[in-house]
């Protein structure tokens, strides 16, 4: 059953996320937010909400590559590798960030990071599966709200590096 998102309100995206729109010449993309009254903090959560596939939500994740935040943009049905990560960044060591420092790099909460518009500049790598869509939903600064995108225009705004760290399964 897919769903019918709800009309956008001015207030759906993040101000912060709102302001880096306008900064960046994609006013027009608040206009696209959609708002949901559930979290979509989870990329089932926000596939369910807005009635698409799993693989169609962008996760924007931040890594510590020895120490410093690395956002990871990655298809919201797959894991990253953090062995892959790491051969790609040269880095000894690629863990998780912790909430804090997620909060301090990007100026948003776990669940609600956007692919941009972030408190300062990481460098981004960005999964090739993203595409693999026409479309894809990405996070819009909150848990509640998402917003949709070409995953190449993503890509691009984003500053990322088109890379392969996507876990593989046997």
């Known amino acids: 059953m897919t769903t019918t998102p709800p009309e956008p309100s001015a207030s759906s995206a993040h101000p912060r996320f709102a ?27 926000a596939a369910a909400a807005i009635g698409c596939e799993l693989s169609q939500i962008c996760k924007s ?3 510590a590559a020895d120490g410093t935040p ?24 690629v863990t998780r960030a912790k909430a804090d420092v997620v909060r301090d790099t990007t100026g948003y909460a776990i669940g609600g990071v956007p692919p941009f518009g972030h408190r300062t ?3 981004v790598l960005a999964d090739r599966s993203l595409l693999e869509h026409d479309v894809v939903w990405a996070a819009a600064g909150t848990p509640y709200s998402v917003f949709p995108m070409e995953p190449k225009d993503l890509i691009a705004h984003a500053g990322a590096a088109l890379v392969d760290v996507r876990e593989r399964t046997s």
């Open 19 to 45: 302001a880096a729109l306008q900064e960046m010449g994609l006013g027009d993309l608040t206009a696209r937010v959609r708002s949901f009254p559930d979290a979509t903090r989870t990329a089932a959560e």
């Open 121 to 123: 500049r990481t460098r």
């Open 70 to 93: 690395v956002l990871v943009l990655m298809d919201g049905a797959s894991r990253v590798d953090l062995d892959l990560v790491r051969q790609e960044l040269g880095a000894e060591k």
């Open 61 to 63: 994740l931040i890594f």
